[in-house]
Nanobody, 120 residues
């Protein structure tokens, strides 16, 4: 059973930092793009940052200069370093991964999310 598990969320004051991790496990042949998304109450899910298999990176305008996405291919893990957090960053953060499994089937998998709460 292939799965993604996020960790690192929590409660932090405005201006603080958090580092999120998302690890994939299971019958993995390769992982292509990975990404972080967030969903606040009453709002649509939005893309925060994505990183391709070739390490091309894209950020939402709202997090540019504050968040850094990175990946460790040996660990099948993607990270999101979040600095200078603002109350509007409060949301459930989810990761996804474009995975080719050992049967060579390609599927997008999602984690269940981790809560990030930024107090003012």
């Amino acid at each position: 059973q292939l799965q993604l598990v996020e960790s690192g969320g929590g409660l932090v004051q405005a201006g603080g930092s958090l580092r999120l991790s998302c690890s994939a496990s299971g019958s993995i042949f390769s992982i292509n793009a990975m990404g972080w998304y967030r969903q606040a109450p009453g709002k649509q899910r939005e893309s925060v940052a994505t990183i391709s298999g070739g390490s091309n990176i894209n950020y939402a305008d709202s997090v540019k200069g504050r968040f850094i996405i990175s990946r460790d291919n040996a660990k099948n893990t993607v990270y999101l370093q979040m600095n200078n957090l603002k109350p509007e960053d409060t949301a459930v953060y989810l990761c996804d991964a474009d995975v080719t499994n050992t049967a060579r089937a390609r599927t997008i998998y999602w984690g269940r999310g981790t809560q990030v709460t930024v107090s003012s």
